[in-house]
């Protein structure tokens, strides 16, 4: 089974539901394949090639807890976010001029520039075809969620290099391109299965706070190096991108250590990655950004309160803990 994660957290219901998704998600492409040939066939490769499947199975579980009856019904919709999520990355490799990604080589470095945008953009097309089929409501979800990335897309970019960039500033990137999204999930779910507009806004508001904690644990897992990533240790360094625990550093260190540290972030190279995580260290940077982890994640289970227990509602908050589990 394609992207299957492991986790201490996460017990044999999770397994079993990513399992159901990679079904459908296998069924989809194999049909796509028959009928778009070579472009589904590429795109194929990396939406198989690994993965958490956060987004379908927060949609899944989030429309069950919020008394949803029929999965099938959604399970479009769950296809859908993982094909718009898959393509953002093929385009965020082409930025990046990233040349691995889930530890395999990047559509762009094995095809080429132009089949790896075209790809891209089938998966984009492919996505918003599985969610025209709801109706107004679930599409405007969607298309709001998808302008976001786009906006914060532009956003990082100007952001790149950039050691003026503020907490704020970082804190907007990463609510476009991951929390918005998350919390997308949890609002159309909650959206089809008809619950009260109080209970719809605090599931909404639980991917939100979620999508917010896996980013920060992702930021940090870049700087500590961890071969669940499927990229080098420092890959966001290394593309210039400002990640909460460098722009916190820099807040904090004054003269000859700030200026240092600025020097090693726009001419980054292995050989100064300790001298890096020792400034990282200096700073407290590290446990302000796993405060801040924690805090998110404290925030996302408050949000869960709202619904009854169930074993829906459990495995939202194993998603929450197994977040957590990641840098422990």
Request: glycine residues 8%.
């Amino acid at each position: 089974m394609d992207g299957i994660v492991s986790s201490k957290s996460l017990t044999a219901e999770w397994f079993a539901m990513q399992a159901k998704f990679e079904q459908k998600l296998n069924e989809f492409l194999d049909e796509k394949i028959h009928t778009d040939g070579e472009v589904a066939q590429v795109s194929s490769e990396v939406i198989l090639a690994g993965g958490k499947r956060i987004r379908p199975i927060l949609l899944l579980k989030s429309f069950e807890m919020a008394g949803g009856k029929d999965l099938d019904e959604v399970f479009p919709l769950a296809i859908a976010f993982e094909l718009i999520h898959t393509a953002t990355l093929v385009h965020d490799d082409i930025y990046d001029n990233a040349k691995t990604r889930r530890g395999v080589p990047t559509l762009h470095e094995k095809f080429g520039l132009a089949k790896a945008m075209i790809a891209g953009d089938w998966m984009f097309v492919q996505g918003f075809g599985l969610g025209g089929k709801f109706d107004e409501k679930v599409v405007e979800i969607v298309s709001q969620s998808c302008a976001r990335i786009a906006s914060a897309e532009y956003k990082q970019l100007d952001h790149i290099l950039d050691t003026t960039t503020r907490p704020e500033d970082y804190l907007e990137i990463v609510q476009g391109k991951t929390a918005g999204p998350f919390s997308a999930a949890c609002d159309v779910a909650a959206y089809l299965a008809k619950i009260p507009s109080k209970q719809r806004e605090e599931l909404a508001r639980f991917g939100l706070e979620l999508g917010m904690a896996f980013q920060l644990v992702d930021d940090l897992l870049d700087i500590r190096g961890d071969e669940r990533m499927g990229k080098p240790r420092g890959a966001d360094v290394y593309e210039g991108k400002m990640t909460l625990p460098l722009i916190h550093a820099i807040t904090i260190l004054h003269g000859q250590d700030q200026d240092e540290l600025i020097e090693i972030i726009k001419k980054f190279d292995d050989s100064k990655f300790d001298r890096l995580i020792a400034l990282l260290e200096q700073a407290n940077s590290i446990n302000y950004s796993e405060i801040l982890i924690k805090n998110h994640a404290e925030r996302a289970l408050d949000c869960l309160a709202a619904f009854s227990d169930t074993d829906s509602k459990k495995l939202l908050g194993e998603i929450v803990e197994y977040a957590i589990d990641r840098i422990i």
